[in-house]
């Protein structure tokens, strides 16, 4: 989660005796949370809420300098990880779960499958449904049944090599108990901790003095994530198999076959699983399971439920990060009361106000909980929430607790209504702005007018720029990101590739010496040295990843990929927006034309590029990188490259699995008709955009030919 700006209404009010106890506080309250970060790597708050703590210490020594000593944590720079892992890259990307909360999104669930897979109403589709296991997701690879490789998520594509550890795993077999196996299999499930395991472990790591975690899952984290094999063996860890990633055949051709196949291999697999046949099933399935959930001996968050039949799990295939064949239906969120001590407001990358409440600290489902979101002033309206109020709040799993109601009751007197702000809280006090839809409608954001000029937008750019998903540059998170920027060292992204050879004549704030990266405390001649490296490491970069990095409001991976691919190449995107621009409105067609491309971003895209501002700060970032060109489609198909618009009602396959099959097949699939259009596969009920692509000329296809044609 990208961290935000804060600000307190309340640090001007501390008396000086108070500033430094509460001074004093936080520097404990964020070593441990570096603690958990770094070394646990168990995080029990989002950045979001480090950064608060973070600002609200720095707010306090900018009241008060003398508090900023050599000890200050503001005067260092990081906290080196402790336990450092080998990176691996699955051969089967780990994907994510979509949610599903009420009932009604189980229905459409199926809904969407049947559609998806054309089923008729009563064709049955079977069901696999488990507990879903609040644990962390691991992969295992057995190459001729032995275990070679155990490895994390990570991003989904890359995760962390844990291998020593997890062999210390008994759940985890080191060799598959059967003597025909494939010769690659790649077992993926869930390493959890049971709860009395948790509690044992935490009374005694509490009489060492030792680390205590927050919940099972955070332990069972920081259990596997040890450099000491010796200590994860022994940290009672249990592990389900429930999916699996490479695999050079396949043993069975239904879920439930493959739970058995690997119960047969020697893993434990989840005894609560259950066959569902209809959507009454699976909602029965889920009261039976939260019936129990206290009686389990291990977490669980929800219930998975999987289509069994593996021919349609391949066929449904997924989107984005998510399985179309699979979903988590969610237990209600955990409830708890507790008292508002603060208001404060975060600055997000495109400028949009967030208030959020300081709680006192409650354990909500066995975390602690010091922050809930309040979403927009609206909402602080709407349930006229009041510092000092008493609050109900609810937390779901990940998800940033919230505040469901104020307790009327509790009220003390007296207190006034939280005021909507009319300023930016940066040092610029820029003034805010409510936003407008697209439609014209006042929307409920409030929004920092500044721009790039507002240094708190500045700042979450370039953290946003940094990110895992954008420029993904190793050793220079957020932490550092802020540290430059408050130098002046880095004040756009192009001045991180210059940073190497300004090295040596950077200042420092407040001071005219020459300074170096490596003089600086908590960085030395090898991290130095290493961060220049990951620098020049992404000198190189994917279209769709720099355009992502850009930070343009509404274009988010999925829309960077979809601009990517349909320009091929940065100096096409670049033009093809300075045209949009200067309102060129065959650009506008284009544009429009691009799959999963609308008014939205169009919109957003015009208005980004329109600002010479933005365009400088983008030529001197092209002056520093090479962006390399869109991966280009599959080029041994009779359709790659070619672009194809679906109209009229198609018979053999849904709209969205024909589109699928297309891009597998390296086509673009586009949404209206034009000069650029290849194919047009016509169904029955076809309108005006087959009219349109005989005036074009464009090859009319039915929907047997298009079939023939992709053959
Ligand atoms: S199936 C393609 N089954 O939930 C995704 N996941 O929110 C296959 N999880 O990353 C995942 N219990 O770590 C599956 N019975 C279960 C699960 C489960 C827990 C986790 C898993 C995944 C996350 C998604």
């Known amino acids: 989660m990208a961290s935000k700006h804060t600000v307190t209404s309340s640090v001007a009010a501390l008396t000086g005796k108070q500033a430094k106890v509460e001074h004093a506080r936080l520097a404990a309250e964020i070593g441990k949370h570096d603690r958990l970060y770094y070394q646990e790597n168990a995080p029990i708050i989002s950045d979001a809420e480090y950064d608060a703590l973070r600002r609200r210490y720095e707010a306090i020594e900018a009241r008060l300098p003398r508090l900023r000593t050599r000890e200050s944590l503001t005067q260092r720079v990081g906290a080196a990880p402790?336990?450092?892992?080998?990176?691996?890259?699955?051969?089967?990307?780990?994907?994510?779960?979509?949610?599903?909360?009420?009932?009604?999104?189980?229905?459409?669930?199926?809904?969407?499958?049947?559609?998806?897979?054309?089923?008729?109403?009563?064709?049955?589709?079977?069901?696999?449904?488990?507990?879903?296991?609040?644990?962390?997701?691991?992969?295992?690879?057995?190459?001729?049944?032995?275990?070679?490789?155990?490895?994390?998520?990570?991003?989904?594509?890359?995760?962390?090599?844990?291998?020593?550890?997890?062999?210390?795993?008994?759940?985890?077999?080191?060799?598959?108990?059967?003597?025909?196996?494939?010769?690659?299999?790649?077992?993926?499930?869930?390493?959890?901790?049971?709860?009395?395991?948790?509690?044992?472990?935490?009374?005694?790591?509490?009489?060492?003095?030792?680390?205590?975690?927050?919940?099972?899952r955070n332990s069972a984290a920081g259990s596997l994530r040890q450099k000491d094999p010796a200590i994860t063996a022994s940290r009672p860890l249990g592990?389900?198999?429930?999916?699996?990633?490479?695999?050079?055949?396949?043993?069975?051709?239904?879920?439930?076959?493959?739970?058995?196949?690997?119960?047969?291999?020697?893993?434990?697999?989840?005894?609560?699983?259950?066959?569902?046949?209809?959507?009454?099933?699976?909602?029965?399935?889920?009261?039976?399971?939260?019936?129990?959930?206290?009686?389990?001996?291990?977490?669980?968050?929800?219930?998975?439920?999987?289509?069994?039949?593996?021919?349609?799990?391949?066929?449904?295939?997924?989107?984005?990060?998510?399985?179309?064949?699979?979903?988590?239906?969610?237990?209600?969120?955990?409830?708890?009361?507790?008292?508002?001590?603060?208001?404060?407001?975060?600055?997000?990358?495109?400028?949009?106000?967030?208030?959020?409440?300081?709680?006192?600290?409650?354990?909500?489902?066995?975390?602690?909980?010091?922050?809930?979101?309040?979403?927009?002033?609206?909402?602080?309206?709407?349930?006229?929430?009041?510092?000092?109020?008493?609050?109900?709040?609810?937390?779901?799993?990940?998800?940033?607790?919230?505040?469901?109601?104020?307790?009327?009751?509790?009220?003390?007197?007296?207190?006034?209504?939280?005021?909507?702000?009319?300023?930016?809280?940066?040092?610029?006090?820029?003034?805010?702005?409510?936003?407008?839809?697209?439609?014209?409608?006042?929307?409920?954001?409030?929004?920092?007018?500044?721009?790039?000029?507002?240094?708190?937008?500045?700042?979450?750019?370039?953290?946003?720029?940094?990110?895992?998903?954008?420029?993904?540059i190793d050793g220079l998170g957020e932490k550092q990101i802020e540290f430059f920027h408050e130098q002046g060292w880095i004040n756009e992204p192009a001045d991180i590739f210059t940073l190497e050879v300004r090295n040596g004549n950077l200042t420092l704030k407040g001071s005219n010496e020459k300074a170096r990266l490596e003089d600086m405390e908590g960085y030395g001649e090898t991290s130095v040295r290493s961060l220049f490296n990951a620098i020049a490491a992404r000198r190189e970069i994917a279209l769709e990843r720099f355009i992502y990095a850009l930070g343009i409001r509404h274009v988010g991976e999925t829309t960077a990929v979809a601009l990517a691919r349909g320009h091929g190449s940065w100096s096409a995107f670049y033009k093809a927006c300075l045209k949009l621009a200067k309102d060129d409105e065959e650009a506008r067609r284009e544009m429009d034309a691009l799959d999963q491309i609308g008014d939205t971003v169009i919109e957003s895209l015009h208005n980004y590029f329109a600002e010479a501002h933005n365009l400088r700060r983008i030529e001197r970032l092209a002056a520093q990188v090479t962006v390399r060109n869109a991966e280009k489609p599959r080029a041994d198909s009779a359709i790659a490259g070619k672009t194809v618009v679906f109209t009229g009602t198609l018979e053999r396959m849904a709209r969205e699995e024909a589109k699928a099959a297309a891009?597998?097949?390296?086509?673009?699939?586009?949404g209206s008709v034009s000069a650029k259009t290849d194919y047009i596969v016509a169904g029955p009920g076809a309108g005006s955009k087959l009219g349109r692509a005989r005036e074009l000329g464009v090859t009319i296809l039915s929907e047997e030919e298009w079939a023939k044609l992709i053959r």
Request: proline share 6%.
């Open 239 to 472: 592990f389900f198999a429930y999916a699996w990633g490479e695999m050079t055949e396949m043993p069975a051709d239904t879920q439930s076959g493959m739970a058995e196949w690997f119960a047969s291999c020697g893993f434990k697999t989840n005894p609560l699983t259950k066959i569902c046949r209809s959507i009454e099933e699976l909602l029965a399935f889920h009261r039976e399971i939260e019936a129990q959930r206290a009686t389990l001996d291990y977490d669980i968050d929800g219930v998975v439920y999987k289509v069994d039949r593996i021919d349609w799990q391949e066929r449904l295939g997924f989107v984005s990060r998510s399985p179309r064949w699979a979903i988590a239906h969610k237990f209600p969120a955990e409830k708890a009361l507790t008292i508002v001590d603060d208001i404060i407001i975060q600055v997000g990358r495109t400028g949009a106000l967030t208030p959020v409440a300081k709680l006192r600290p409650v354990t909500v489902g066995g975390v602690l909980v010091q922050n809930a979101t309040l979403h927009n002033f609206d909402e602080i309206a709407r349930l006229d929430v009041r510092i000092g109020d008493t609050v109900r709040i609810q937390r779901a799993g990940d998800v940033i607790p919230q505040v469901l109601e104020v307790v009327q009751e509790k009220r003390p007197p007296p207190t006034k209504p939280y005021p909507v702000p009319r300023h930016c809280p940066c040092p610029l006090r820029t003034d805010v702005e409510r936003e407008k839809t697209i439609t014209g409608e006042e929307g409920a954001v409030l929004r920092c007018t500044g721009g790039l000029a507002c240094p708190y937008q500045e700042i979450e750019h370039l953290k946003h720029f940094v990110s895992r998903r954008a420029f993904d």
């Open 663 to 670: 891009e597998r097949l390296g086509a673009k699939v586009a």
């Open 82 to 216: 402790s336990a450092r892992f080998a990176k691996v890259r699955h051969a089967v990307p780990m994907l994510s779960l979509d949610n599903a909360f009420a009932n009604g999104d189980v229905s459409d669930f199926v809904g969407r499958i049947r559609r998806f897979l054309r089923l008729g109403e009563d064709d049955e589709i079977v069901f696999a449904a488990e507990p879903k296991i609040d644990g962390l997701s691991m992969s295992l690879r057995y190459e001729d049944g032995e275990l070679v490789t155990g490895a994390t998520r990570g991003d989904g594509t890359e995760g962390e090599d844990v291998t020593a550890n997890v062999k210390t795993l008994e759940d985890v077999p080191q060799h598959l108990k059967r003597r025909a196996v494939p010769k690659v299999c790649e077992v993926r499930g869930e390493v959890y901790m049971t709860k009395h395991a948790f509690l044992a472990l935490n009374r005694r790591q509490a009489d060492i003095g030792g680390q205590v975690f927050a919940n099972p």
